[in-house]
């Protein structure tokens, strides 16, 4: 008997199934992941001898005979499987996928570096207020900056305000920032060891979505561009007691397979140690 030609609607959502993961290989360039485990599921669902000889239990042993035939009718079902996975999700809609995510990736750091523009390195009592700010600080502003406003006969404000602002609530605004930094510091210097883990180890998290962040822009980018690209990042680390990390991440490769950091026999010395140095006098402070 042969192999059936088409696909009922029960396979067809089967393979929707997976199509994230297909799709994820295509763009590597590496389906060596993708058709062993995907086989595996899609014949323990629907195996072939069950249409071949649907008489044989499954419990019973084909014969030798049998055997050759099923394993023939197993391969046409492979070739057929992947047949309709490169029809259904090919190229187009990989790389229409892949253009997707980054441009997304783009937005997302073109975003981040103009939200940081003109600030200043992410201080322990700054994540601080980025965890307990509505919990912890901004009730005791507001507090304090009724009784302030009040006495100076200023416009009260008791958040972030935006747009056109009279002179008052400017003024205000300035003391509510000033406010905020003060009762920041002090409030996170009197914590608990307990949260001022909790504060190190967000900055920590942080650090180590880094690989993660920078592989989806920078492979994306280079996906676009055909470029290589090496990045040099440091700064205190909280897994290190706060002593200076450096790392460095990078896209591209030889002919024989080495990023630059391999194939540039002097990598460490000129160019991570420098940079390390450099670091270590950026953040002085610590």
């Given at each position: 008997?042969?192999?059936?030609?088409?696909?009922?609607?029960?396979?067809?959502?089967?393979?929707?199934?997976?199509?994230?993961?297909?799709?994820?290989?295509?763009?590597?360039?590496?389906?060596?992941?993708?058709?062993?485990?995907?086989?595996?599921?899609?014949?323990?669902?629907?195996?072939?001898?069950?249409?071949?000889?649907?008489?044989?239990?499954?419990?019973?042993?084909?014969?030798?005979?049998?055997k050759v035939v099923n394993a023939t009718a197993v391969d046409a079902r492979k070739k057929q499987l992947m047949h309709r996975f490169r029809n259904t999700?090919?190229?187009?809609?990989?790389?229409?996928?892949?253009?997707?995510?980054?441009?997304?990736?783009?937005?997302?750091?073109?975003?981040?570096?103009?939200?940081?523009?003109?600030?200043?390195?992410?201080?322990?009592?700054?994540?601080?207020?980025?965890?307990?700010?509505?919990?912890?600080?901004?009730?005791?502003?507001?507090?304090?900056?009724?009784?302030?406003?009040?006495?100076?006969?200023?416009?009260?404000?008791?958040?972030?305000?935006?747009?056109?602002?009279?002179?008052?609530?400017?003024?205000?605004?300035?003391?509510?920032?000033?406010?905020?930094?003060?009762?920041?510091?002090?409030?996170?210097?009197?914590?608990?060891?307990?949260?001022?883990?909790?504060?190190?180890?967000?900055?920590?998290?942080?650090?180590?979505?880094?690989?993660?962040?920078?592989?989806?822009?920078?492979?994306?980018?280079?996906?676009?561009?055909?470029?290589?690209?090496?990045?040099?990042?440091?700064?205190?680390?909280?897994?290190?007691?706060?002593?200076?990390?450096?790392?460095?991440?990078?896209?591209?490769?030889?002919?024989?397979?080495?990023?630059?950091?391999?194939?540039?026999?002097?990598?460490?010395?000129?160019?991570?140690?420098?940079?390390?140095?450099?670091?270590?006098?950026?953040?002085?402070?610590?």
């Open positions: 008997m042969a192999p059936r030609s088409k696909f009922t609607t029960e396979q067809c959502e089967m393979m929707e199934e997976y199509r994230e993961k297909y799709l994820e290989c295509q763009a590597a360039g590496d389906y060596t992941p993708f058709w062993a485990p995907f086989f595996e599921d899609y014949h323990a669902r629907w195996p072939e001898r069950e249409l071949l000889f649907p008489d044989v239990p499954l419990n019973i042993d084909l014969t030798p005979e049998q999700f090919g190229n187009y809609t990989a790389k229409r996928k892949m253009k997707a995510q980054t441009t997304s990736s783009i937005e997302k750091m073109l975003a981040c570096q103009s939200s940081l523009k003109g600030t200043r390195t992410l201080q322990p009592a700054e994540a601080y207020s980025k965890l307990y700010y509505k919990t912890r600080i901004k009730p005791i502003v507001d507090a304090e900056m009724k009784v302030l406003t009040r006495e100076a006969g200023l416009s009260p404000i008791t958040s972030d305000e935006e747009g056109d602002i009279g002179g008052d609530v400017k003024q205000s605004k300035k003391l509510r920032l000033s406010l905020v930094k003060k009762h920041t510091r002090a409030l996170f210097t009197n914590e608990t060891p307990e949260v001022k883990a909790e504060v190190a180890d967000f900055v920590k998290k942080n650090i180590e979505k880094l690989p993660g962040v920078l592989a989806d822009i920078f492979a994306g980018l280079a996906k676009q561009t055909g470029w290589t690209f090496s990045v040099l990042m440091g700064g205190p680390s909280p897994a290190m007691g706060g002593r200076i990390q450096v790392e460095s991440f990078h896209v591209g490769q030889t002919t024989m397979g080495n990023t630059f950091n391999c194939a540039y026999p002097h990598f460490n010395e000129r160019i991570m140690m420098p940079y390390a140095d450099f670091a270590k006098r950026a953040f002085r402070e610590y």
